[in-house]
């Protein structure tokens, strides 16, 4: 069974204060690792898609890698309008259905 | 351009109703999910469709839960006799490509479900 971990579940920064988010996963075989980004009431927002160990992706303050057990989102000199919770999702190879398997999410508070 | 677009926002029923749910996916998209959210939790999968077809209904909690997307576009997510177990934001979300693609889903803000 695919398992997404993500660690820690909240995390509080000072602005400027640089950090990174633990995703691990298990996963009989990775089609796609996927970030998401989800603000209160609203739905998760895509943000990154690693598709092979070693690979990264950046945007703005954001840099996404990824391990064959584990990916990390660095934000580097976050400002408060970085506060959201980041979603981390897996999806296997193989099957019909292609869903998301997500982890419980990690809550970033960056205070100015 | 539309996105995703959900309706309604918010849902209050007495346990024991129906619910139904409405999901707008963007223009021609060919697969679209429904996921259940629970406060504090990420997304778990529900259902799945290619066009009109419902390729993976693995994820639906009981027999109460039924899904359909008759013409390849709308759906609908219906849930019968409600309990308050179902209280949840229910997700849609839609993807381009069709099934084993790697492409990203897109999601809609979602419907707050409350069952009283």
């Known amino acids: 069974e695919d398992q997404v971990t993500q660690s820690p579940e909240a995390l509080r920064l000072q602005e400027g204060e640089s950090s990174s988010l633990n995703c691990s996963y298990t996963?009989?075989?990775?089609?796609?690792l996927f970030w998401y980004r989800q603000d209160p009431g609203k739905g998760p927002e895509f943000l990154f898609t690693?598709?092979?160990a070693g690979e990264e992706k950046e945007k703005e303050r954001l840099k996404a890698t990824l391990t064959k057990k584990e990916s990390f989102l660095h934000i580097t000199a976050p400002k408060p309008e970085d506060s959201a919770t980041y979603l981390c999702?897996?999806?296997?190879?193989?099957?019909?259905?292609?869903?998301?398997?997500f982890g419980k999410g990690i809550t970033l508070s960056v205070r100015p | 351009g539309a996105g995703v677009s959900q309706s309604p926002r918010y849902k209050v029923a007495k346990r024991g109703q129906d619910v139904a749910l409405r999901c707008d996916p963007i223009?021609?998209?060919?697969?679209l999910f429904w996921y259940q959210q629970a406060l504090g939790q990420g997304p778990e999968f529900l259902t799945y469709f290619q066009n009109e077809a419902q390729l993976d209904k693995s994820g639906l909690p009981s027999d109460r839960f039924f899904a359909e997307r008759p013409e390849g576009s709308v759906s609908t997510l219906k849930i019968q006799r409600t309990q308050q177990e179902d209280s949840a934001v229910y997700l849609c979300?839609?993807?381009?490509?069709?099934?084993?693609?790697?492409?990203?889903?897109?999601f809609g803000d979602g419907t707050r479900l409350s069952i009283l």
């Open positions: 690693l598709y092979s």
């Open positions: 223009s021609g998209h060919v697969s």
């Open positions: 979300a839609s993807r381009r490509a069709g099934s084993h693609s790697n492409q990203p889903q897109h």
């Open positions: 996963v009989s075989g990775l089609r796609g």
């Open positions: 999702a897996v999806q296997a190879i193989g099957g019909a259905n292609s869903k998301l398997t």
